[in-house]
């Protein structure tokens, strides 16, 4: 079906365009004079005119999806349609994947469907913020569940940058390290070695071990860089599996340095979810089933899977979510609490701000942690090339002391 390129004015004297997919010029003129729109110009939409993007290689970022969700609470609430908020979103939205989605949501809502079912019809969007825009609508408060997931949005994407922010400055460290001893073992210790060698020396057992270790390098590194690159495609195909993934999770939890930390990180998401949807007036099983896809551990989706059993069938929630045995005492204890005292979404609110501080004191320490560690790995391993060197220098010296 062809699609044709409009300017039109609205009642209020707006100018307005966009495209619409139709059979002739005449049928998108009836289209528009449905909609109160005043037709000023149409025409079929070229090959050229289209937007060739590679907006499929472009993700659609928690940043980006705040930003969405403020900026359409902050429309609705100056007063105007939610046709009317798509509108001015589809062309102020800066991601390319985002926008173009929101421009075909724009055309389905134009054709008469609701918010909810259009945006269901995309991947884009994440299962939390198609229930809670659905909850919005038949509630009349959809400002108000936009407004929740703004703010959802942002603590996620605060806590994500401070987890990548911490892994970053070892990650380089590390990364330069290996890249400068790859170098002395390859091309600088060979030298000295070789210098020894030459002289008719006996070289120390550390030294014959690092010239073997400097010839294999030199001598089988693409084979080297082939294993690496293998077991990283094995990797990643092994953790896209079911049982990859459930064992990756796992180790993820109890890490001695990282499981700490991926536990309040998953306490923080799994309070402050829970609590989000709840405060909407979503019902408690219908909200466990949305917290089990966005937790981000498997572990932890199948326990809560268990866990909407169990509440299906009458049994507290603070109950089963103990019996995962990944959540620390005081999310069981304020779930009991929010339970016997009918607040719950306002005392799991306070758990996940209270979490949010937890992860960010357990990244610094874990940082802090880290940095230590590998620079006694590095000195390890700096001192065995240092040593390996060393060693025949100081057999030299007596050699031609005892002459």
Not at 268 to 287: H, I, N, V, Y
Not at 322 to 333: E, K, L, N, S, Y
Request: proline share 4%.
């Amino acid at each position: 079906m062809p699609v044709y390129m409009y300017k039109a004015k609205t009642i209020d004297g707006m100018n307005v365009k966009g495209t619409l997919e139709a059979n002739d010029p005449a049928t998108v003129f009836s289209m528009l004079k449905e909609k109160g729109y005043y037709p000023i110009q149409v025409a079929e939409q070229s090959i050229l005119q289209k937007d060739i993007s590679f907006d499929f290689m472009e993700k659609v970022k928690l940043k980006d999806m705040a930003v969405f969700c403020r900026q359409f609470a902050t429309i609705i609430n100056a007063g105007i349609s939610v046709l009317g908020c798509l509108d001015i979103l589809r062309q102020q939205t800066e991601n390319k994947k985002l926008k173009n989605t929101v421009e075909k949501i724009y055309e389905s809502v134009q054709k008469g469907n609701t918010l909810s079912s259009s945006m269901k019809e995309h991947k884009v969007f994440p299962s939390i913020l198609l229930s809670m825009v659905e909850a919005g609508e038949v509630s009349g408060s959809l400002d108000v569940a936009l407004e929740r997931m703004a703010v959802h949005f942002e603590k996620e994407n605060k806590i994500n940058q401070k987890v990548k922010g911490a892994m970053t400055y070892p990650i380089i460290v590390a990364i330069i390290a290996t890249i400068v001893i790859a170098i002395l073992i390859t091309f600088v210790v060979p030298n000295f070695v070789g210098m020894f060698a030459g002289m008719g020396m006996e070289l120390p057992a550390t030294t014959k071990a690092l010239l073997a270790i400097s010839n294999f390098v030199k001598k089988f590194w693409y084979v080297i860089i082939g294993v690496i690159i293998g077991l990283a495609i094995l990797f990643r195909y092994f953790a896209s599996t079911t049982a990859g993934k459930n064992i990756i999770d796992g180790i993820k939890l109890k890490l001695p340095v990282f499981g700490p930390v991926n536990q309040k990180v998953v306490s923080s998401r799994f309070t402050r979810t829970l609590s989000t949807l709840l405060a909407s007036g979503l019902p408690l099983l219908t909200s466990l089933e949305i917290v089990e896809k966005v937790v981000d551990n498997d572990v932890v989706a199948k326990g809560l899977e268990k866990a909407k059993q169990e509440v299906s069938r009458g049994v507290s929630l603070a109950q089963p979510i103990a019996q995962i045995g990944i959540f620390p005492p005081m999310v069981i204890h304020m779930l009991k609490i929010g339970e016997n005292t009918g607040a719950l979404e306002s005392i799991l609110a306070k758990t996940a701000d209270f979490y949010d501080d937890e992860v960010e004191t357990a990244i610094t320490q874990m940082t802090t942690m880290l940095e230590p560690l590998i620079i006694v790995i590095m000195a390890i391993v700096v001192g065995f090339i240092i040593l390996s060197v060393v060693q025949p220098m100081f057999g030299m010296f007596q050699g031609l002391g005892s002459m």
